[in-house]
C-alpha cells in the first residue's frame, strides 16, 4: 500500500481531466442558481411583522385548542407540542422566527435535491472509472504493474467517493453563497431551534445541514457501490449506470406498493433512507434504527466482495 | 545472440503450463526458456494461443496449470517482483485519449516506485516524442501512439520486453523505428523481447528465435536461421522453353517443377543438387540464361510446418 497515494493520484486525474468532470460541475451549479431563482421569484415574500411575539402567541393558543380538540393522535399532538415549544422558545429568548426562504433554507432544502444528482454523477464516475479501462484496453497496461488489481479497485472505489465529498463541498459552498446573494447574508447569524423530548435546544445549522447531506448519502453510498459491482461483474459502464440509476429512481415507487408485505423491510431500498427514524414514522414499525443498518451492513458487504472477486479473479480477454 | 545466451538462467521459463477455459484445451502443455538478450518470436496461425500464452506470462490470464517465472519469479506467487521486471504492450498501445502524452507516462510512472521525471524525459527522447509529450493523446498519430506505447513499456528498466502483434496497424517507418528500439534494447541493454506477430516477414527480420504455436501447442522452437535452411531451397531459371525444361526435370530428375511464365521455371531442390539439375538441362539443348537461387522464406517454412494452414 505504500505508492496508495499515487493511485488516487492517477485516479483522480482520470476523473477530473475528463471534460465530463466539468460538465458536470456546469450542471450542478447551474441546478442551485435555477433553484434559487425559482424559489425567489416564485413565492411572495412576506412582509416582516413588528408584533411577532403577540402573533406568535396567538398561534399558540390556537394550536392548544386544536390539540385538545383531537386528543388521540399521538403522532399530531406530538407535532403541535413541538410547534408550541418553538413559539414559547422564540418568545422567550427573543428570537424572531425568519418568514420565508432565508440563507439556511435555502441550504437545507436544496440538499436532497442536488445529492441526488450527486448521486448520479458519482455513479457514472465509478461506472467510467472501471469500464472504461475495459473498453479501451487501457486495463491490460493498468493491470501489469507491481501493483495488485484489489489496490486498483480501491483506489477506483475510494477516487469516486472522494469526488462525491468534493461535490458536497461544492454543493455547500455553492448554495451558501447563493443563499447569501439572494436572500441576504443577515440570514446566516439565523437560529436554529429544534425539539427534542419536550425541551427545545439551539443548535448549529452548519451540523444541521451537513448530518442532512449524510442521511442524504447513505441511499448514495449503497448505489455507487452497487454500480461499481455492476461495473466490475460485467465490464460495461452504459450498463451499470442505466442499472444503478433506474434502481436508484424506481426504489421508492416499488418499496411503496410492497409497503404492505412483511419482507419488504429486507428490501435494501427500504433501510436507505434513514431520515424515517430521525423524523417522520418507519416504513414497518418493527424496524428500529439498528435494523436498518444491520441490512445496510449486510448489502454492502455482499456488493464489495462480488465486485471485489470478479474484478480480481477474472481473466483479462478484451 | 542465442550462443552466449545458452550458458545465461533464462530471464522467462514456462513450466508445463495449461491453460484451459469451459474443458477446452486452449494451451497445451507449453515450456520453454527465454533468455537474455534474444529476441524470441511467437508465430502461429490466429487461434493457435500466441495471445493467450502471452497474457498468461504477464499476468492477464491464470493458468489452468504449470508456472511461469521472470527472472526467477513466479508470475502467481510472487507477481509483484515478477511483473517489475516486465514492459508490455498487449496488442494496440492503448493509450488514456484525454490525458496528455506526459499525463500518461506520468500515470504509469507513479505505479513503480523510483521512477523520476527525469527518467520519463528520458523515454521521451529515446522515443522522439519530446515535441508534442504536453498534446493529448487523442490528437497523436497511431505511430506516436506506438511509440508512447514503448516508452510506457520501458520507464522501469525492464529486463523483459513483451510485444503481441507490435506492428498492427504501423506504417513502413513504424515497423523500421520499432525493430530497431527491439534491437537496440536486446543488444545493448541485454533485454529479452518476446514478439508475437502474423507478419513472418516482421519476425524473420527481427527474431533471433522463433518458436511456433499451433493448435495449443509448441511445434518447434528454432533459430531463425536453422529454421529458414532446413527447408529446401528454390532455383529460377530464365530458359528459352520453360514448359519443356519442367518435363525435362520431371522426366529425368522427379521434380516438380513449376513453369510460371513461358521463359522462367522454378525447381525446389537441395543446394547441392543445383548443379545436376543444370547439367539435365543443358544436356537436353534447354538454353540457360540466368540461374538464382531463392531462399526459402519464412512464410513458405512455416506453411510446411504448419500442415499448410493460411495464416492470414
Known amino acids: 500500500m505504500s505508492n496508495f497515494f499515487g493511485l488516487l ?11 465530463s468532470a466539468k460538465v458536470m460541475l456546469i450542471i450542478m451549479l447551474g441546478l442551485i442558481l435555477a433553484a434559487g431563482l425559482i424559489i425567489k421569484f416564485s413565492g411572495d415574500q412576506p412582509k416582516d411583522d413588528p408584533h ?27 407535532s403541535f407540542k413541538k410547534e408550541i415549544a418553538i413559539n414559547e422558545y422564540r418568545i422567550e429568548h427573543n428570537l424572531k422566527p425568519q418568514k420565508g426562504e432565508t440563507l439556511w433554507k435555502f441550504v437545507d432544502d436544496t440538499a436532497s435535491g442536488l445529492i441526488m444528482v450527486i448521486s448520479i454523477f458519482t455513479i457514472i464516475v465509478v461506472s467510467t472509472s472501471i469500464a472504461s479501462e475495459f473498453d479501451t484496453g487501457t486495463i491490460k497496461l493498468l493491470l501489469t504493474r507491481p501493483i495488485y488489481r484489489t489496490e486498483i479497485l480501491l483506489s477506483k472505489y475510494v477516487s469516486a467517493l472522494l469526488f462525491t465529498v468534493a461535490c458536497l463541498i461544492t454543493l455547500f459552498i455553492a448554495s451558501w453563497l447563493l443563499g447569501g446573494i439572494l436572500y441576504g447574508f443577515g440570514g446566516a447569524g439565523e437560529a436554529h431551534l429544534l425539539y427534542d423530548n419536550g425541551t427545545v435546544y439551539q443548535s448549529s445549522w452548519t451540523i444541521d445541514v451537513w448530518k442532512n447531506y449524510l442521511l442524504n448519502c447513505v441511499s448514495l453510498f449503497m448505489m455507487v457501490t452497487f454500480a461499481a459491482l455492476i461495473a466490475s461483474m460485467f465490464r460495461n459502464g452504459g450498463l451499470a449506470i442505466g442499472l444503478s440509476i433506474f434502481t436508484m429512481m424506481a426504489s421508492s415507487i416499488v418499496i411503496t406498493f410492497l409497503q404492505k408485505f412483511d419482507w419488504v423491510k429486507y428490501v435494501l431500498f427500504a433501510n436507505t433512507d434513514l431520515t424515517q427514524y430521525t423524523a417522520g414514522t418507519p416504513l414497518r414499525e418493527e424496524m428500529t434504527l439498528g435494523f ?15 465486485g471485489w472477486a470478479f474484478f480480481t479473479r477474472r481473466d483479462i480477454k478484451a | 545472440m542465442s550462443n552466449n545466451a545458452e550458458a545465461n538462467k533464462p530471464s522467462v521459463r514456462l513450466e508445463h503450463v495449461s491453460k484451459r477455459i469451459g474443458g477446452k484445451t486452449i494451451i497445451d502443455d507449453l515450456s520453454f526458456d527465454i533468455y ?4 524470441f518470436g511467437f508465430l502461429g496461425p490466429n487461434g493457435a494461443g500466441k495471445t493467450t500464452t502471452i497474457r498468461m506470462i504477464v499476468g492477464l490470464m491464470r493458468m489452468s496449470q504449470g508456472n511461469i517465472y521472470i527472472q526467477g519469479h513466479s ?27 506526459y499525463q500518461n507516462l506520468l500515470h504509469y510512472a507513479r505505479m513503480i516506485p523510483g521512477i523520476s521525471k527525469d527518467r520519463i524525459m528520458e523515454v521521451v527522447k529515446l522515443v522522439e516524442l519530446q515535441d508534442r509529450i504536453h498534446e493529448k493523446v487523442k490528437r497523436y498519430s497511431l505511430g506516436m501512439r506506438q511509440r508512447l506505447g514503448v516508452a ?5 528498466h525492464p529486463s523483459v520486453l513483451i510485444l503481441d502483434e507490435p506492428t498492427n496497424g504501423l506504417d513502413p517507418q513504424g515497423i523500421h523505428d520499432l525493430r530497431n528500439y527491439m534491437h537496440k534494447l536486446s543488444r545493448e541493454e541485454n533485454v529479452s523481447v518476446i514478439v508475437s506477430s502474423h507478419l513472418l516477414t516482421e519476425m524473420q527480420l527481427m527474431c533471433d528465435r522463433i518458436g511456433i504455436l499451433q493448435k495449443g501447442k509448441l511445434i518447434g522452437v528454432e533459430t531463425v536461421s536453422e529454421f529458414i535452411e532446413k527447408g529446401a531451397a528454390k532455383v529460377r531459371m530464365q530458359v528459352d522453353d520453360a514448359r519443356l525444361a519442367a518435363q525435362i526435370v520431371k522426366d529425368k530428375l522427379s521434380i516438380d517443377a513449376a513453369a510460371p511464365d513461358e521463359t522462367t521455371i522454378e525447381v525446389p531442390v537441395d543446394h547441392d543438387k543445383i548443379p545436376v539439375v543444370i547439367d539435365t538441362l543443358v544436356i537436353s539443348k534447354i538454353k540457360i540464361y540466368s540461374v538464382i537461387t531463392v531462399a526459402k522464406s519464412l512464410e513458405d517454412r512455416f506453411l510446411e510446418v504448419t500442415g499448410g494452414k493460411s495464416v492470414e
Open chain 1, 52 to 78: 411577532w411575539k403577540q402573533t406568535l402567541a396567538q398561534e399558540n393558543k390556537e394550536l392548544n385548542k386544536q390539540m385538545v380538540s383531537i386528543k388521540g393522535n399521538k403522532q399530531v399532538t406530538e
Open chain 2, 152 to 156: 510506457q513499456a520501458l520507464l522501469h
Open chain 1, 292 to 306: 436498518s443498518l444491520t441490512v445496510l451492513a449486510v448489502y454492502y458487504v455482499i456488493f464489495v466482495l462480488v
Open chain 2, 75 to 101: 508470475i502467481k506467487g510472487e507477481f509483484k517482483k515478477a511483473i517489475r521486471q516486465v514492459g508490455a504492450i498487449v496488442e494496440n498501445p492503448e493509450m488514456y485519449k484525454f490525458l496528455t502524452g
Open chain 2, 36 to 39: 537474455s538478450g534474444e529476441v
Open chain 1, 9 to 19: 493520484q492517477n485516479e483522480n486525474m482520470k476523473i477530473y481531466r475528463r471534460s
